[in-house]
């Protein structure tokens, strides 16, 4: 059995090394781990607060593996699986947690951890095969004494990490607000376990959790700020991916409000992705999280109740991305699990076109009028008169702007449209300036203006439409790359539901084949009989 890491399993000092060794010597003894070289071998099996595992093996520990012993603590230390082999070391079989290698000098020895037990020592509920698919499935646990396959001795690996297979189901997505930065949403939430166990008997898993210091309560909610309700459950049964394999599943059933950091810089233009993270709170050195392929994760996209104003781009498709924790957001300095499922929203621009940037920008043309105004009487308007007409449409546009503010986001930051909007006022505050000092240089060239102020109204009016043409040219360009993206990424979904309907189909066809050979075996034996 060698030992085998995923692709993002870093152990020790980031080498992935797989260490496999034959066992040459298991016993229970008594001693201290401060003096690891001074143990003897217990007298009885009774077991006591100094008794420990001590391990032999013909080859030293790896460098990696040293280090991620002295490096970590409690249950989080690397443990070793012992498997195969005759009956001299059977009844050690299973898998056990190292708390020191430098009982010599070579590093062939081990001290593991015996938990607590009454009585004579109890061997392990169960015993461990390989992963069938090395770095993406499980290893195998099989009921205690079952049929192995038989070894000269028992081998020693380093226990890979379990491989829990994600997906999520989003029933609802309501109240998003842009205010709070939050979200409410309704999910199911399942964590799979494939090909873990030869037997369908729920104890066997439970004692594996129990070897690898993890409870199913360790399955948790990341960014949740109020959860409204929340059930779990588990279950397990026949593997669809590993041939005569059992599959235990975590289930998770929750609505809750849910944290989101809105990227509003491009309202209304913007899109929103919205995260809702799971977590494992055991580090990922003893589990990691991979996509559910076979059964991917989706949203009710008809129940989403903002269609008025939000999109979704990826209809049912959730996308999901794989991360890990900061090693300073935990004292021991631990790397978590974390699965962030993700459903893309993209706004609904027109409303804010309409009722927003349209009215801003008839107000800031209009006052262009008063500069280029004329009297009755073909003399130019008064300066009180140019100043009632920009400053009753300056205040028309900080009362539209009040009157609509509750509909733009509140932030800290200026969004695209507030950028629009504050040059509208920055347009009618020149205009304002130009009313009043106007007359005061045509006075200065005794009444005579230095050149015809219809042409201060035409730049007025040309570099406001320039300012206009810009804004909407820099917002469809943006728009229509983030199309192309969203193309891009719709046609990857779909060449993986390709994939996944020709897996399907080899299933089915191999097993019809496997059907069909039976009977025909069973055919060719009653001739012969």
């Not at 494992?280 to 990691?288: C, G, M, V």
Request: aromatic share 10%; with cysteine; net charge negative.
């Amino acid at each position: 059995m060698a030992a085998v890491y995923p692709d993002d399993i870093q152990p020790g000092d980031g080498v992935n090394t797989p260490w496999s060794a034959a066992l040459l010597e298991a016993a229970l003894v008594s001693g201290s781990l401060s003096a690891p070289g001074e143990v003897k071998k217990c007298e009885n099996g009774k077991w006591h607060k100094d008794m420990l595992l001590k391990l032999r093996f013909d080859r030293p520990l790896e460098t990696w593996v040293i280090q991620e012993i002295k490096n970590s603590s409690g249950s989080m230390q690397p443990m070793v699986v012992l498997s195969g082999g005759g009956d001299d070391h059977s009844l050690f079989l299973g898998i056990h947690r190292m708390l020191h290698s430098h009982c010599d000098a070579s590093s062939t020895t081990a001290l593991c951890y015996v938990p607590k037990y009454e009585g004579e020592f109890k061997p392990a509920q169960f015993d461990v095969d390989a992963p069938p698919v090395p770095g993406s499935t499980n290893l195998v646990i099989r009921p205690r004494g079952s049929k192995s396959e038989a070894t000269a001795n028992a081998i020693v690996t380093i226990a890979p990490p379990l491989v829990f297979h994600t997906r999520m189901s989003m029933f609802h997505l309501d109240e998003i607000n842009t205010v709070a930065q939050s979200f409410r949403a309704d999910v199911y939430i399942e964590y799979r376990l494939r090909g873990i166990t030869s037997d369908p008997d729920e104890g066997l898993v439970k004692a594996l959790f129990d070897a690898y210091g993890f409870r199913e309560d360790m399955l948790e909610l990341f960014m949740a700020i109020d959860v409204i309700s929340m059930e779990r459950w588990t279950s397990i049964s026949p593997s669809s991916t590993v041939p005569n394999t059992y599959d235990y599943a975590l289930r998770l059933r929750a609505r809750a409000i849910f944290a989101e950091q809105y990227e509003l810089a491009e309202f209304p233009f913007d899109v929103q992705d919205m995260h809702i993270t799971t977590t494992l709170n055991i580090p990922k050195t003893h589990a990691t999280l991979i996509e559910n392929l076979e059964f991917p994760s989706i949203m009710m996209h008809r129940t989403f109740q903002h269609k008025s104003v939000f999109d979704i781009v990826y209809g049912e498709v959730l996308s999901v991305e794989m991360t890990t924790s900061d090693p300073s957001e935990s004292g021991a300095g631990f790397i978590y699990p974390r699965c962030a499922f993700i459903t893309t929203l993209s706004r609904h621009h027109g409303y804010y076109i309409t009722n927003v940037l349209s009215p801003m920008m008839v107000v800031t043309y209009l006052a262009a009028v008063s500069a280029g105004a004329v009297d009755s009487d073909g003399a130019r308007m008064s300066t009180a008169d140019r100043l009632s007409v920009t400053l009753t449409l300056m205040l028309t546009a900080v009362a539209y702007k009040f009157i609509v503010a509750s509909a733009l986001p509140q932030v800290s930051y200026l969004t695209s449209l507030d950028t629009y909007v504050l040059v509208c006022f920055l347009f009618l505050f020149l205009i304002s300036v130009e009313n009043v000092a106007w007359p005061a240089i045509t006075a200065s060239f005794a009444g005579e203006e230095p050149f015809d102020e219809v042409y201060i109204m035409v730049f007025y009016l040309g570099s406001f439409t320039l300012y206009n043409l810009a804004y909407m040219v820099r917002a469809w360009v943006k728009v229509a790359a983030r199309g192309r993206r969203q193309r891009l990424r719709l046609a990857e979904f779909a060449e993986r539901g390709a994939a996944k309907e020709d897996k399907r189909r080899e299933r089915e066809v191999a097993a019809v084949a496997g059907a069909t050979h039976g009977v025909l075996r069973g055919h060719t034996a009653s001739m012969r009989m």
